[in-house]
């Protein structure tokens, strides 16, 4: 259990609507990870911070951004929410625990449906 | 740039069978890989990873995965198939060498059944 916590665990929100996601970790991890989960897709990162407001895009940010004003917490807002952002959305911390090897933990997954 | 591939998005086996879930790479650097299962609506949880230290990988729940450099692959094997290992796996590599800032690829997920 890497301490993750995601808010809220599910959502159902309308097209055009800005949908906020929250996730808290409590080990003060400096990496942090956002990835969208869809069938015959895996997992794609959105974005990732590397500290205190430092960002950066992963492979499917268009029409998301993120905030990170705090160690523990990493915001992914949808701006305007679209039908193709319904998805189920992870966050991860990287560690380097057990080894020396960076490893992903993930939190337990926001699930998003826009109507 | 690093890819994943599994081969099947769904295999069934029955109980007490051996377990076989394929994941080929593609990696330009010393691959990291990781296998993760995913139980029904919750998050990832890490089964094992290769870290170069041994090219045969024991994970949690049994599992264990062989690095074959040659083959590009990772496949993740069970010897005897429990009804509680129906749930998705996603093999992952990681782009990072190791160090922190790595981001992972992950392959599509194999969905696996147990049959009674």
């Known amino acids: 259990d890497a301490g993750i916590t995601q808010s809220p665990r599910h959502k159902v929100t309308e097209t055009g609507t800005p949908v906020t996601l929250r996730c808290h970790q409590t080990?003060?991890?400096?990496?942090m990870y956002w990835y969208r989960q869809d069938p015959g897709h895996g997992l794609r990162l959105i974005h990732y911070?590397?500290?205190?407001?430092?960002?950066d895009k992963g492979e499917v940010s268009d029409g998301y951004s993120v905030s990170r004003s705090k160690t523990e917490d990493f915001l992914l807002t949808l701006e305007s929410a679209t039908s193709s952002q319904t998805s189920v959305y992870f966050c991860?911390?990287?560690?380097?625990?057990?080894?020396?090897?960076?490893?992903?933990?993930f939190g337990p997954g926001t699930r998003l449906l826009v109507l | 740039a690093q890819s994943v591939t599994q081969l099947g998005s769904h295999v069934s086996v029955s109980e007490g069978a051996l377990v076989l879930l394929r994941c080929n790479y593609s990696?330009?650097?010393?691959?990291?890989l990781f296998w993760y299962v995913q139980y029904p609506n919750q998050g990832l949880q890490l089964l094992l990873k290769?870290?170069?230290?041994?090219?045969l990988v024991k994970g949690i729940n049994g599992f264990e995965a062989e690095f074959k450099k040659s083959e590009t692959s990772f496949h993740l094997t069970k010897p005897s198939a429990h009804m509680s290992d129906a749930a998705e796996y996603f093999c992952?590599?990681?782009?990072?060498?190791?160090?922190?800032?790595?981001?992972?690829?992950f392959g599509q997920g194999t969905e696996l059944s147990v049959k009674p």
């Open positions: 991860a911390i990287s560690d380097t625990r057990a080894g020396g090897v960076e490893t992903q933990y």
């Open positions: 992952a590599v990681s782009d990072s060498l190791g160090n922190q800032g790595g981001k992972l690829i």
């Open positions: 990696s330009s650097v010393p691959p990291y």
């Open positions: 080990e003060n991890h400096r990496y």
């Open positions: 911070s590397y500290g205190v407001k430092d960002t």
């Open positions: 290769y870290t170069s230290a041994a090219t």
